[in-house]
């Protein structure tokens, strides 16, 4: 497993060729609820809610994501759910102008301590099947690849650093094209309210979107990033 563990982390290092020349850059805020703990024996709940802004505050992007894992092994599980993820392409729409998305997803997570104890390290393979019914009937298959590694600073406090690759594997007639699609970095600190139970993650967030044929060239989102932990076992 520590190979699979770090074949991913070199994934996530190399660089890609697909990136723009002259992105366009904008400012959003982002917040976000994960809620993890065991139901009965091996099976857990693993679920999230999350909701994204425009710079002005107005909806950019919400995401609510239930789903059931299995306990594989210390740290280790699978997972499947689904997620219903509306979202709004400027600023100030109203509610009904949202564009609804659609998904089914699988994954593979596992969590350890490194370097004698001294750092955490967890990686996630996530296999996405996406659909926007309103638009077609097309299904968009997407790979998404995350390291995180956690620095305990003592006490309650900690340091997160995570980065996210998403790869896809078809075209789509409403907006999804094959290979690169986005890169996702998170840098920030973290505390511990209750131990093991709820934490709460403050920091900077770095998002490179692919946009193929777009005249602004590609996106890259800076944002405020506000996460939530809640865990039981």
């Known amino acids: 497993m520590r190979a699979a563990s770090l074949a991913i982390v070199a994934l996530l290092l190399c660089p890609s060729t697909a990136r723009a020349q002259s992105p366009t850059h904008a400012f959003q805020t982002w917040l976000g609820v994960f809620v993890q703990g065991r139901v009965h024996g091996r099976l857990w709940v693993m679920s999230d809610l999350h909701h994204r802004m425009y710079g002005d505050l107005s909806p950019y992007w919400s995401l609510v994501r239930p789903g059931l894992a299995v306990q594989l092994a210390p740290g280790m599980f699978v997972a499947a759910g689904y997620a219903w993820t509306?979202?709004?392409?400027a600023q100030g729409l109203a509610f009904e102008d949202r564009v609804d998305e659609h998904r089914a997803w699988e994954q593979w997570q596992h969590e350890a301590p490194v370097a004698d104890g001294l750092l955490r390290l967890q990686v996630r393979v996530r296999q996405e099947q996406r659909w926007r019914p309103a638009v077609s009937d097309d299904v968009g298959h997407r790979l998404r690849l995350m390291a995180r590694v956690t620095v305990p600073l003592g006490g309650p406090w900690l340091l997160a650093v995570w980065d996210e690759v998403f790869v896809t594997f078809?075209?789509?007639?409403?907006?999804?094209?094959a290979g690169y699609d986005q890169n996702r970095l998170f840098a920030g600190a973290g505390v511990w309210a209750v131990r093991d139970a709820l934490r709460f993650e403050l920091g900077y967030f770095n998002q490179h979107l692919r946009r193929a044929g777009n005249p602004g060239g590609d996106l890259v989102n800076h944002a405020v990033m506000l996460n939530t932990y809640v865990a039981w076992r």
């Open 170 to 177: 078809n075209d789509t007639s409403w907006g999804q094209r």
């Open 86 to 89: 509306p979202s709004w392409r």
